[in-house]
DNA sequence: AAATAATACGTGACAAGTCATATAATTTCT
DNA sequence: AGAAATTATATGACTTGTCACGTATTATTT
């Protein structure tokens, strides 16, 4: 029994590559991975904020609409949209109108210098999905994204239904819904 | 030319299922929910955070070890580490100590009170990985890994070298060090 | 041996998420 | 119409992650 108060270099190795095969500590360095590198690309872009970038992209492409509908099509909390508005406000990028229809609902809008913003980081943006392209084929686009799916789906069950033992019904409902345009990998 | 300010659910919607597709807006979501699902985990295993969680286990299962370690395992930066640690040394899961041999470093270990936190997790944490290969196959997971393999390589390239119009090359750059595994998916 | 470079860690500042809860407005139910 | 439920937004508190920079220690050069 060596010195327990020191580093085993052949068990660090060893625990590094059996983790590279744990699905769920793999995700979040390759999302922080994907945030760091759109952050650099926004930098050149103009120097917008990831969130102010995918505001002014959905506004630009959908036009007008509420903190609610951003949200969902951001998949994300209408807390993190509600909060990152008012700057947006303040740099003159979009404004905030209370909906004379609905007093609950804030319709979002761009405005000409949010428009700017928008075609500044654009091109960036677009070099960038380009640049995905480049290295997957559209076949391991459409994979990657019905794993994605497939795995959100998973994510989203309920641990108490995943502790739960009689649950042979499970896979149906992590396939249901996954996209269906699924093609053989390459090789 | 309608009022443009309110919202156009069609055009709404025609967004939300477009963005279905991009990798870059996919994959905050996946993180997001993989991650509100280990937490839930987590509460029933006895509240520890997930950093807690990650790092008792690494010690359980390599032994003592530094903080950048730590950091290597998790793919993570070390800062993240090192703050993570004084409550955890609070709590009495484990002790920190200065290396004799090499003084920048801290050796952190296990205490028995951590080590008994980790058993009363484990198993519902084990519960989670059984539940994943319940709603995915082994091919599957291979694949999955193979292109998150992918996927990290692709954003571990800075910015400058994708934004380069000669970058033909890169695909090989991408594909090299993705798992080697990989079968071909089902159906 | 002294100067220089590299490494480990700590810390401040920030971004992007989550959840819970409060408030106001709208819908639905009775 | 009035009560009850739902919905949209705001806000406080928290977690996980990044980067940059400072300091101490060790390793490398000259």
Chains 1, 2 share one sequence.
């Not at 909390?77 to 905030?96: C, E, F, N």
């Not at 949010?114 to 677009?126: L, R, S, T, V």
């Amino acid at each position: 029994m060596s010195n327990r108060k020191s580093r085993d270099e052949e068990r660090i190795r060893a625990r590094q590559s059996r983790e590279d095969y744990n699905v769920f500590s793999r995700l979040p360095a390759v999302y922080a991975a994907s945030r760091r590198q759109g952050q650099r690309f926004l930098e050149i872009g103009g120097g917008l904020s990831i969130l102010e970038w995918r505001t002014l992209w959905d506004l630009h492409e959908v036009g007008a609409m509420t903190i609610r509908d951003l949200a969902t099509i951001q998949r994300t909390d209408h807390s993190l949209i509600s909060r990152a508005l008012p700057s947006m406000v303040q740099k003159g990028y979009i404004t905030m109108e209370r909906d004379t229809k609905d007093g609950r609902q804030t319709i979002v809008d761009l405005t000409p210098i949010g428009q700017e913003a928008y075609a500044k980081a654009a091109p960036i943006m677009a070099q960038r999905r380009a640049s995905l392209k480049n290295c997957f084929s559209d076949d391991e686009i459409k994979n990657l994204v019905y794993y994605l799916d497939k795995l959100e789906n998973y994510l989203r069950i309920s641990p108490d239904i995943l502790l739960d033992e009689n649950h042979a019904n499970l896979p149906d409902a992590v396939n249901e819904r996954a996209s269906s345009n699924f093609k053989e990998p390459i090789e």
